[in-house]
């Protein structure tokens, strides 16, 4: 089943001589349940998709659809609750609220929606994330690692069709890298949750189901492994 669903996405900045065309013509799908890398040089345009899908920015022209629904067709208010009811986020340097704990930070997008946190969920992610003995710390008190295990939490908190992670390693050393890698395959293989990240990590290119490279706005490269059956 096709989740996203992606149809000549266009982004200018600018006019005239300072006019930048960062995607040009992008179309692909993404099936439910797909472990996917984005990568390409910095300047690609690999970001400005990422933050079209995650409705933080809009396209000059194409369509977005997610779950069924074209994200360009919803208004400001509709469309701030869509991304907060389908759309998961990870950001490279964790965006969590200094002044909430970790369990506040995991069950803010809860709270904002209106809804009482899924309990069960939540105990599942704490186990699956490795701080149960952090839930009463801030965000000062953790460390980087820590943080961005919070961060991946929140992100999941919603069930999102969608689970973006734009350079999620990237502040990270190289053993909180593979330990937060590991993660997200484990979420993805174990929920079906489908994971779309932006990175320079080649490991993160390596441990991923599907490979695009963008270059100038443009996919150059699309490439999925081929699974073999026993």
């Known amino acids: 089943m096709k989740i996203l669903e992606i149809k000549n996405l266009c982004k200018v900045y600018g006019k005239g001589e300072t006019r930048v065309d960062a995607l040009k013509d992008v179309s692909f799908d993404v099936e439910q349940g797909e472990f996917v890398a984005i990568v390409g040089p910095s300047g690609s345009g690999k970001s400005t998709l990422l933050h079209i ?4 920015d809009t396209p000059t022209s194409g369509i977005v659809n997610i779950a ?3 994200i360009g067709k919803l ?3 509709k469309l ?4 907060r009811r389908h759309i998961g986020l990870i950001y490279q340097f964790y965006n969590l609220i200094p002044i909430l704990t970790v369990e506040e ?3 803010l997008p809860i709270l904002l929606d209106g809804k009482k946190p899924d309990k069960k969920l939540l105990r599942d992610l704490i186990e699956k994330l490795g701080i149960k003995n952090r839930l009463k710390h801030l965000p000062n008190q953790l460390s980087g690692g820590q943080q961005q295990r ?5 992100a999941l908190m919603n069930h999102p069709a969608l689970l973006l992670a734009d350079e999620p390693t990237g502040n990270l050393d190289s053993e909180n890298s593979k330990e937060i890698i590991a993660l997200l395959r484990k979420f993805n293989r174990e929920n079906n949750q489908t ?5 320079h990590d080649e490991r993160i290119a390596l441990a991923a189901d599907r490979v695009i490279t963008i270059e100038d706005g443009r996919i150059t490269l699309d490439s999925r492994k081929v699974k073999v059956i026993a």
Do not use: D, W
């Open 68 to 70: 069924g629904t074209n």
């Open 53 to 56: 899908l995650g409705g933080v």
């Open 195 to 199: 994971v779309i990240i932006i990175t």
């Open 105 to 107: 930070n995991l069950t």
């Open 80 to 83: 701030a609750i869509f991304r």
């Open 150 to 154: 919070v961060s991946i939490g929140r």
């Open 75 to 77: 208004n400001e208010t």
